[in-house]
């Protein structure tokens, strides 16, 4: 079945240092989403990417959608304290319907 | 509040016992999902619902977890013979047919 592996599972970072988190799927998306769980959260959704090599901004972050809609990169510049979570993605298959998620990568930022 | 509502929040519950949430998704969202979530992990899908219809569930839920969305609009998620592995946060979602949005979880605790 399909599923979605993310990496690195943890990421520590200072404050105002870059982040990075990778996402890739067993097979072909037709769309993938990215979201951030804070603490005792629940995940509240960032943004949705749907065509081949489609590159997304908001403000700090950088959304990335791989040629083959198998894979995605969320980057953040210069991290926030306020950045801090848990970022997830999640990737829908081509027949539609379920969005499966990776195990999400934490992020903690040192101020 | 016009966001996902669930209920109960939290349940402690003896194994063996049966159990159920309750989820009222967005007003005119026709899809809703239920996700389990334990610490450390990223949200591991249940299943889905179109209005009335169970689309799809998950090959991992065994025969104890049953879903219910009689009239297209709150769903129900029963556990039946609780064990100690269900412990977890159990996420409905609501969405047309992009974004999810969340509620804030019904925690189960199985003693």
């Known amino acids: 079945g399909q599923q979605v592996m993310q990496i690195p599972q943890y990421q520590h970072v200072q404050e105002g240092e870059d982040f990075t988190t990778y996402c890739n799927s067993s097979?072909?998306?037709?769309?993938i989403q990215w979201y951030k769980q804070r603490p005792g959260g629940h995940p509240v959704f960032l943004i949705q990417l749907v065509k081949s090599g489609e590159v997304k901004k908001q403000k700090r972050l950088t959304f990335q959608f791989g040629e083959a809609k198998k894979n995605s990169s969320l980057h953040i510049t210069a991290t926030q304290t306020t950045d801090v979570g848990t970022y997830f993605c999640?990737?829908?298959?081509?027949?539609?319907?379920?969005?499966?998620f990776g195990q999400g990568t934490e992020l903690s930022v040192k101020p | 509040d016009t966001g996902v509502s669930q209920n109960p929040r939290h349940k402690i519950t003896k194994r063996g016992q049966n159990v159920t949430f309750r989820c009222d998704p967005i007003s005119e969202h026709n899809r809703l999902y239920w996700y389990r979530q334990t610490l450390g992990q990223g949200p591991e899908f249940l299943t889905y619902?179109?209005?009335?219809?169970?689309?799809?569930k998950s090959r991992l839920l065994s025969d104890r977890f049953s879903a219910e969305r009689p009239k297209g609009s709150f769903s129900t998620l029963e556990i039946q013979r609780t064990e100690q592995g269900d412990s977890a946060m159990y996420l409905c979602?609501?969405?047309?047919?992009?974004?999810?949005?969340f509620g804030e979880g019904s925690r189960l605790t199985v003693l």
């Open positions: 097979t072909t998306l037709s769309n």
């Open positions: 999640a990737g829908r298959g081509n027949q539609g319907g379920k969005l499966i």
């Open positions: 979602a609501s969405s047309t047919h992009g974004e999810l949005f």
């Open positions: 619902f179109q209005n009335e219809a169970q689309l799809e």
